[in-house]
C-alpha cells in the first residue's frame, strides 16, 4: 500500500424519487486496501457502489476512480472495475465455462490468456467438472463463485463487491478471503459490503458504517472496536452506531 | 377446488400483471397500473365501439348485407373470443422463466391445481376484457341498426364460454410445457437442446391449432367434408348454441349448450391435472457437449464485430433456441405459415397453371411469418436480458457497441428467412432469377428498417424484472411495437405500393426509392433506440 488514494467521493448525494439514499458522503480509499462497508439493509452500501463504479449518477458531488470521472468516462472505469452485485445475475441458459467465455470477451481479455485464467479459477472455486453444465442447474453458492470469477477475469485495479460471501460454503469463502488478501498485496483496491462482522473484521485496513445513507463511522476495525470501549466486538459497534442495540428488548417483546 | 383462494390469487396475479415493473428501482405508477382500469376501460371501449360501427358503418351498408354481417358476428363471437383469450395468453404469458417460476410463492402455500387454474383463468379474461369490448361493441352496433339485438345478447353470453375454453386451453399448453422441458433435465448434449425447443414449439403449435377455429375449418374443408361437418368440430358448439337457436331449433341450441358445457368440463378436468401433474417448471440442468473457448471471432469477426459483440451475439442465439420462454417466439410464424399452408393446398401451390391470385394468401402469409419472427426477437432483444442486463451495463461496452451487436442478433436468425421466402416465392409465384435477386436487397433494407424500429420500442418498454407475471415488453410496448411495425413496413414499401397500383412512379425509380425510403427510416430508429438505450445505463437492474 502506498498511501496512494484510489477512490474518492466527495460530498455525494443520490436520491431516487423522494427518498435519499446516499447524503453528503466522503469517503478516501487508498490503493490496494480493503475497505468494507456496513450498514443496515437501505443504508445506502448498494447505491455507493453503484455510484463508483458508474452505474448510477450522483446528484451532486464528486466521485474519483483512479483519475477518472464515472460520469465522464464510464467506460475507462468500467475496463478498470470488476463488479458483483448483491445477487448474482447470471445468464441461465449458458454453461458456466459459456458464461465467462462471454465475460472474458466482453471485457476484451486477449484470447491467449483466457483459457487459462478461467481454467485456473474454475479450480481454485472447485468448479471444474461441472463448467459445461447450464448455470439454471447451478446452486446459489455456484452462481455466486461464477459471478466473482466474471469479476475477476479481466484482472481489474479495483473489486467492487456487494455481499460477495453471500451463500458461499466455508471452503469458498475462505479462498475469496484468501483471493482479496493476494490482490491486495498486488495492488488491487477492493471495497466490500458486507453483514459478517467477522468477516469484515478479519479483512479490512478501514470500514465505513452508514446508515440512512449518511456515514456515521469510520476507521480500522481496531479503531472502531476502541470507539466502544475495551473489548467490544465489531458487532456491539455496529448496534451502537446504528441505534440497533435494544435488540434483546425487541426480542423479548416478540416472544411475550 | 376453493373458490374463495382462487379469486384471490386471481387478485394477486391481476395486480402483479398490472403493477410489473421495468427493473428494480421502478415502482409502479399511473393509471394503466391499476387493475381497475380494465374494469373502466372496457365499458367505455364497448361504448366507443359500439356508438362508431352505428353510426358509420351500420348506415354504410345494404340492409340485407347488414343483417347477415350481424348475423355472421352474433353467431361466430364466442368462436373469437376463444382465440382472443389463446392469442393473449399466448403471446404474453409464456415469457416467465422457468426458474422463476419454480420458485413462486405459490408452490409453497397450500393452493390446490384446481385453485390456480380457475385464478389463473379468472385473470386471462379479465385482461382480455377490452378486446372483448371491443368485438362485442361492434356486434352491437351492427345488431342494433339490424334489429338483431336478441341474437346479440345470446351471443354475448356464450362468449364467456369461448373465453373460458380458450384460457382453459392455454392453462393446459403450459403444464404440458413444464413437463415437456423437465422431461430433458440432466440430459446432456446439444440435441437435447434442440429437441426440447422443437417440442415446446410443437406442443404450442398443436394445442393453438386444436383450440382456433379457423384452422379447424380449414382443416374440415381440406377433408371435403363439406360446411355440415364443423357441427362436429367441438370448440364451434358454443358457436352453434347461437346458430341453432337463430334458425329456431331450440332442442337442438339445448343439444350443443349441454354438449358446450361437457367440453368445458372435459377441458377444466384436462388443465387441472396437467397442473396437478407438472406443477411448476422444475429448473432444467442440462449439460452440454464441452466447448472450447473461442479463439477467435470467426465469421462475426470478418463481419466488422469485435470481441464483446461477437459474445453478445452468440449468447443471444443461444437464448432463442435453448430458454423455454422462447417457444412461443418460435411458434406464432409457424402458426402464421401452418394457416397459409391450410388455406392453400400444396398441391395448388405447386400447380405452375394456376393462376397467381389462388397463392397470394399464402405467399403473403409466409412474408408475414418473417416479419412476425423479427418483431419478436427485436422487441423482446433487451427485455429478454432480464436483470443479467446489469452484466453489460457494467462492462466497458457502449450503447453504440451494444445496439450494432443486438441488431445483428436480430438479423442473423432472420435472414435465412428471409432467404427460404425469396426461395418460395421463385418456386410458387415462378419469379425470373433476376427479380429474385432484387427482391433480397429490398426485403433486407425493410426488415433492417423493422428491426431498427422494434429495437428502439424495445429498449423503451424493456422489462428487465422478472418478478410476478412479468414479460420481456410491457403491454403497452407490445401494442405500440405491433402497430409500428405495420407502419414501419408500409411506410418502407410505399413507393413500391404508389407504383403498382397507381402508377404515379416508374418501376425502377420505385425500387431505390423504396430502399432508400427504408434506409432513411432505420437510420432514424436506430438513433432512437440509442438514445433509448443510453438512458438504460441509468436504470435500476
Sequence with gaps: ?256 | MNLRNALRLAWIFSLSASREKRGKGGSPEGLARRPITNLVASPITFTLTAAFTYLVMGRSLEPITLRAVAYQFCVFMPAFTMFMSMVYSLMTEFSKPGNAASIDMVNWLPIQAGDFVVASVVTTIYFVLPMASLLLGFAFGLSLVAGSLGLWALGAAVSVLGCLLGALALEMARGAMNRASGAFSGVGGQWAVILRMLLSVSIIVVISTIFNFSMMIQIVSWFSLGLEAIRFIPILWPSMIVLELASGDLAGSAVYAGLSLLLLSAVYVASVRVRAAYWAPAPVSLKMKPVRISRSRGLLGLLGFDSGQAAIIRKDLRSLVRRREMASILAVPVMVVLMGLLGTPPSVLLDASAPLESKTTFLFQCAMAVVVLELQIALTAFGQEREAFMNLMAAPMDAGRLLRAKAASVLIPVAPALLILVALFGRVASVDPASLIAIIPLGFTTLLAVASMELAVGAKYAVFSSDGQSRFVTLEGTIIGLLLCVATVGGSLSPLGLHYTLGYVGAPIAYVLTLALAMIISGVCLMAARVELERLYEFDY
Design chain 1, 1 to 256: 500500500m502506498d498511501g496512494e488514494i484510489a477512490v474518492s467521493l466527495k460530498g455525494v448525494n443520490r436520491s431516487f424519487g423522494g427518498n435519499r439514499a446516499v447524503r453528503d458522503l466522503d469517503l478516501e480509499i487508498k490503493k490496494g486496501s480493503i475497505h468494507g462497508l456496513l450498514g443496515p439493509n437501505g443504508s445506502g452500501k448498494s447505491t455507493t457502489m453503484k455510484m463508483v463504479m458508474g452505474l448510477l449518477k450522483p446528484d451532486s458531488g464528486a466521485i474519483d476512480v483512479y483519475g477518472k470521472d464515472p460520469r465522464r468516462d464510464p467506460m475507462g472505469v468500467k475496463r478498470i472495475v470488476g463488479y458483483v452485485p448483491e445477487t448474482s445475475r447470471l445468464y441461465e441458459y449458458l454453461t458456466g465455462l459459456e458464461y465467462l467465455d462471454f465475460i472474458a470477451d466482453v471485457y476484451g481479455v486477449e484470447a491467449e490468456v483466457k483459457e487459462e485464467r478461467i481454467y485456473e479459477f474454475l479450480e481454485a472455486f472447485g468448479l471444474d467438472g461441472r463448467e459445461n453444465e447450464m448455470i439454471s442447474g447451478y446452486s446459489h453458492g455456484m452462481k455466486q463463485k461464477t459471478a466473482l470469477i466474471g469479476a475477476l477475469i479481466h484482472r481489474p485495479r479495483l473489486l467492487i463487491l456487494d455481499e460477495p460471501l453471500g451463500g458461499l460454503d466455508p471452503k469458498s469463502a475462505r479462498i475469496v478471503k484468501d483471493i482479496l488478501l493476494r490482490l491486495s498485496r498486488e495492488g488491487v483496491t477492493t471495497i466490500f459490503s458486507t453483514h459478517i462482522m467477522e468477516i469484515a473484521d478479519a479483512l479490512c485496513d478501514r470500514i465505513s458504517v452508514l446508515y440512512d445513507g449518511e456515514k456515521i463511522g469510520e476507521g480500522s476495525p481496531k479503531e472502531l472496536r476502541e470507539m466502544a470501549g475495551s473489548g467490544s466486538t465489531l458487532e456491539e459497534v455496529f448496534l451502537l452506531l446504528t441505534g440497533a442495540d435494544d435488540v434483546a428488548d425487541i426480542v423479548d417483546a416478540l416472544m411475550g
